[in-house]
């Protein structure tokens, strides 16, 4: 705290210049002297002080007239009177009125009033932040009085909100199709809705005296030691049926699971026996349109390769053209439905990998050694990198032939003539890492990330043939063997198509296959 601003007022100069040079001498040096009390009055109205001094005796406005007004502006501020004699009638009614602070009798000593001039200006500063403190005091009272009010309602419209919210729940828990209970660890069943009621046999009341694992059948897992091994709060079951105990008839259902406590668990049962004989006709259907669809192709190409290599009669050049452009097409149609059927296969889940121990160096170089004329044919240079160790790996070995021979083949479809092609592989412990490198025109950026969807084929017209479902097969063949697919790619510079299996190499050793070209 500073000095303080005081205000010191009387009619002798004398006085005042007493006070001006005992101000000096004591460091105050923020003060204003007057010595008419209306002058005074005016200059407090815009300027607050901290301590107000004033004579008692002064014309056209005696000190207790000033201070009663100046209490009017600052009633917190400590007010001085100076009185020439001992007139302690009106100290005392100036005490009353105005609320004064102290009462100095003329002449003063100097070190007792300086006492008081300081403690007054402390007074005034503690007054001032106390009335500030109970404004604010007031301020948050109100505000904590409206709160409360705000919140009461609040409370009052969440509650309804709630009551509402809990009513729908039930009526949809109620009517919802798909069964919904609860059980504790155990297997226990607390809660059951109609829909379970109804896939069960039994009423809720009958339920709640039976353990999940009375109705729930599965042959993989028991339910409850499913529950509490499963360390997710999520989780689902399938391959699993309930039997109802009225009927007898065991109905085909997929569970979903959700921890709601360290003890308890909320259950979705979904009948899916209209799915079931929904997958059954689909397969029937597609076994059905590949057996039409195969077989008139395979006739169809076997045939014209008999016209073809003459064995039913010679036959002129033009005609062999004609005929291969017509083997070619079918050759192409029949890719066509063996890719379809892999990718139902694929969707369908009904693809089981045959995993065994291979050379993947005597894979890689069959593929090589196949397609080595399509490369000549456009001039390609064709490089096999590969290790002189012979590393064998524990995959599908069809699968993993096909995604090798899709990426090879792709990047000599796609690469101009005279270009190159590279292919290698490379160990990391027991991950192999496969890659393919090309220079050729490269792939835009924005086509990137649908490459390995169906069907797609990007934007680039040298990507306009084939059906666009290598590269699809490619992925869902390396994912299914818990590898991964990627592409880098950098436009008139060329792509490099890599996939990577984790902890498939189960054997290495130092016998050189091939030579490194």
């Known amino acids: ?7 010191v007022v009387d009619d002798e100069k004398i006085v005042t210049s007493a006070f001006k040079t005992l101000f000096m001498v004591e460091g105050f040096d923020n003060a204003a002297f007057f010595n008419n009390p209306k002058e005074a009055l005016e200059y407090i109205k815009d300027n607050a002080p901290d301590l107000i001094i004033s004579d008692f005796l002064m014309p056209e406005m005696n000190g207790l007239e000033f201070l ?13 009177l100076l009185t020439g004699y001992a007139d302690k009638e009106n100290a005392i009614k100036a005490i009353n009125e105005v609320g004064l602070y102290r009462y100095i009798e003329k002449p003063w000593d100097n070190d007792d009033l300086i006492i008081n001039i300081k403690n007054g200006i402390e007074r005034s500063y503690l007054l001032s932040q106390l009335r ?12 904590l009085e409206n709160y409360s009010h705000n919140l009461e309602e609040i409370v009052k419209e969440r509650t309804a909100d709630l009551v509402e919210s809990n009513a729908k729940l039930s009526g949809i828990i109620t009517n919802c199709a798909d069964g919904i209970f609860v059980i504790d660890n155990k297997g226990k069943i607390e809660q059951a809705n109609q829909a379970c009621e109804t896939l069960s046999g039994l009423s809720e009341e009958n339920l709640k005296k039976l353990n999940i694992q009375k109705f729930i059948c599965s042959e993989k897992f028991d339910i409850v030691d499913k529950i509490n091994e499963s360390d997710d709060n999520e989780f689902y079951i399938r391959d699993c049926s309930i039997l109802n105990l009225l009927s007898n008839v065991s109905i085909p259902i997929d569970i979903s699971l959700a921890k709601t406590s360290d003890t308890h668990y909320v259950g979705v049962i979904h009948n899916i026996s209209e799915q079931k004989e929904s997958d059954k006709l689909r397969d029937d259907f597609i076994a059905t349109l590949t057996h039409d669809l195969r077989t008139p192709l395979l006739a169809a190409i076997q045939t014209l390769k008999f016209f073809i290599d003459g064995s039913l009669g010679e036959i002129s050049d033009k005609q062999r053209v004609l005929l291969s452009t017509m083997q070619k097409s079918n050759e192409d149609l029949l890719g066509l439905v063996n890719a379809l059927l892999e990718v139902y296969r694929f969707d369908a889940q009904k693809l089981v990998l045959c995993r065994t121990n291979f050379s993947f160096n005597s894979l890689v170089t069959q593929v090589y050694n196949e397609l080595s004329p399509l490369a000549e044919k456009k001039n390609i240079s064709f490089k096999l990198e590969i290790p002189d160790e012979n590393v064998t790996i524990n995959a599908d070995g069809g699968e993993i032939r096909r995604v090798v021979c899709n990426l090879c083949g792709n990047a000599i479809n796609y690469t101009n003539n005279d270009g190159e092609v590279i292919v290698s592989f490379k160990i990391e412990d027991k991950d192999l890492i496969f890659s393919v490198q090309d220079n050729g025109n490269g792939i835009p950026k924005e086509d990137i990330p ?17 059906t666009g479902l290598g590269l699809y097969l490619s992925r869902q063949i390396i994912e299914a063997h818990n590898g991964k697919i990627w592409l880098e790619s950098k436009l008139n510079k060329g792509s490099e198509f890599s996939f990577l299996l984790t902890d498939v190499v189960t054997q290495k050793n130092n016998k050189k296959l091939v030579e490194k070209i």
Do not use: C, W
């Not at 209490?71 to 400590?78: A, F």
């Not at 500030?132 to 505000?143: D, G, S, Y």
């Open 1 to 7: 705290m500073d000095s303080g601003k005081i205000v």
């Open 68 to 80: 009663t007004e100046a209490n009017k502006l600052y009633p917190e501020v400590s007010k001085i």
């Open 132 to 143: 500030q403190k109970i404004a604010e005091l007031e301020v948050a009272h109100k505000e």
């Open 450 to 466: 649908n490459l390995f969807q169906r069907f797609s084929q990007g934007t680039s017209q040298k990507r306009s043939t084939g």
